[in-house]
């Protein structure tokens, strides 16, 4: 088990620098890119050798010969060599802005490069990491009611929805329920140690837990030909139905209650 932490660590004290029950490892996320927003500078940090097409510059597929021919920088290889020792991947952080903190982005935005973390051909349930496990263990600010259906901020579930889906489930991860701790900043000491029991009585037994459900790839029509949409008959049998499939196949009806917070029986 592999855990991952960008902010203050407020929920580390059940989980111990390492486990040898559970091989569980802390590893707090200090990777800073060592670079400025300029793709050939960025790009001079993340691999050894000129790029391949400097006249058409994609730093993705850069990044993706780089991994092929063994040219990425040591440091990227090193989160690489975590991802692939880990059964599981926990990322612990505080939610900012209605995402994870940049420097998690920028984690992200670097370790998972083209080929090693995804490709067009292995994506979603085939994507790379299909037979490892990832969740997100984040903290907020604000109470609860205020990311419900009905709250200010808005239903948690379409804001977990591009970390889940678009990130983790894209690179094949099997994604577990979140852990969210609510209005942390503001909870009590009382409050605060019944988050941490809650959460050390659950990492005891997160190996055995479900992942959540999402809509498999053949479900969709898997070429641009096809365009990447759900198929005719899929389509077909949702009319009538109350909701959509999914938050982010909704189909313009109400989106399933709870789909990224909790796993289906």
């Known amino acids: 088990m592999l855990r991952l932490s960008a902010g203050p660590p407020a929920l580390s ?13 802390w590893l707090p996320v200090l990777f800073r890119p060592r670079s400025s927003p300029a793709p050939g500078s960025r790009a001079a940090t993340a691999m050894a050798g000129p790029p391949k097409n400097p006249e058409n510059f994609v730093y993705e597929t850069e990044t993706a010969y780089a991994w092929k021919e063994g040219r990425l920088s040591s440091d990227i290889v090193t989160e690489q060599k975590k991802i692939e020792a880990a059964d ?3 990322f612990q952080f505080p939610m900012q802005w209605f995402g994870m903190p940049a420097i998690l982005k920028g984690w992200f935005d670097r370790v998972f490069t083209d080929g090693f973390a995804y490709s ?7 994507g790379p990491f299909q037979k490892k496990k990832a969740m997100l263990s984040l903290t907020t600010g604000g109470m609860g009611s ?3 259906p009905s709250g200010i ?3 948690m ?6 970390m889940q889906r678009g990130a983790l489930h894209f690179c094949g991860f099997q994604v577990l329920a979140p852990q969210i701790c609510y209005s942390v900043r503001y909870a009590s000491p ?18 055995q837990e479900k992942p959540l459900s999402f809509i498999p790839n053949s479900c969709f029509e898997m070429s641009p030909a096809g365009g990447f949409v759900l198929k005719r008959e899929v389509l077909a049998q949702q009319e009538g139905q109350q909701h959509g499939l999914s938050v982010g196949q909704h189909l313009g009806k109400a989106v399933p209650l709870d789909e990224q917070l909790r ?3």
């Not at 004290?13 to 490892?25: I, M, V």
């Not at 579930?157 to 591009?162: D, E, M, Q, T």
């Not at 988050?195 to 990492?203: D, G, I, Q, V």
């Open 13 to 25: 004290k059940p989980c111990p620098e390492r486990s040898s029950a559970q091989h569980l490892y």
């Open 190 to 207: 009382e409050v605060r140690a019944q988050m941490l029991s809650a959460w050390k009585s659950r990492l005891a037994a997160v190996e």
């Open 146 to 148: 205020m990311y419900s």
């Open 263 to 265: 796993a289906r029986e």
């Open 88 to 90: 599981l991947v926990i």
């Open 157 to 162: 579930n379409v804001l977990l929805w591009p």
């Open 153 to 155: 901020n808005g239903d």
């Open 120 to 126: 067009m051909a292995s994506m979603y349930d085939q």
